[in-house]
């Protein structure tokens, strides 16, 4: 083998190991240690520490004293990504984040979590906000529940192949109720509500954008449980109103 080829195998070896390292940090917000990294990469912990030191010199990752987690590098490539739907989902999440005054979130599907890509934030005090670029566990949340019951059974069942972990007490991690669930967002017109499934004290409302591209998308309303039940009807209609306005505008491109 020349030296060239040796070279571009150990190469794309570097990158492989690489791209192992930030898939284990998916969707883990609080962070990892570089041994829980190592089993899941099903890597050396010595070569885990050398790609996070080289990962986190070019903002892929950050080292904090709860362990690494995936960086600012990140959100911006996956925001790169999602440029046309944002710019053209905004104006319209925006509308209804300001006509409920409450958080409405944009999100895309990734495998096991819904990754938010843009979000217009509530102006009360009191309020629900979390990070764009941050990953949610796709079983949990309303807008996770709604991406789920666009699917049909077998590919649920094939994507939560492993145990559901619990978020709170109110998460459902049995896979029969799971289902049963899907059955009625399905029969419901897809709106998907997540009460206090993923926070305590947060609940949402969330269903699927059909915008004609490769990737699935959602909006949802996030709300402290203390508004909640009382404005779930006005939510409902706004939410309705918003995913009505997007795909209009999808129907016209």
Known sequence: MSDQSTADLGGKQVVARAVAVLEALEGQTSGLSLGEIAKRAGLPKSTVQRLVGALEAQGFVVSGAAGVRLGPAITRLAASIHTDVVAIAAPFVDSASKRLRETVDLSVYRGAHALSVYQHSSDRELRVVSAVGAAFPIHATAHGKAMLGAMDDGQVGSLLDHALDA?????????????????VIRSSGGVALDRQEHAEGVCGLGVVLVCGTDEMYAIS????????????????????????????????R
């Open 167 to 183: 978020c709170t007490e109110h998460t459902i991690t049995d896979m029969p109720r799971l289902m049963e669930e899907l059955t």
């Open 221 to 252: 309303v996030a709300v402290p449980s203390v508004r909640f039940e009382r404005s779930l009807a006005e939510i409902k209609v706004a939410l309705l109103k918003c995913k009505a306005e997007i795909e209009e505008q999808f129907s016209r």
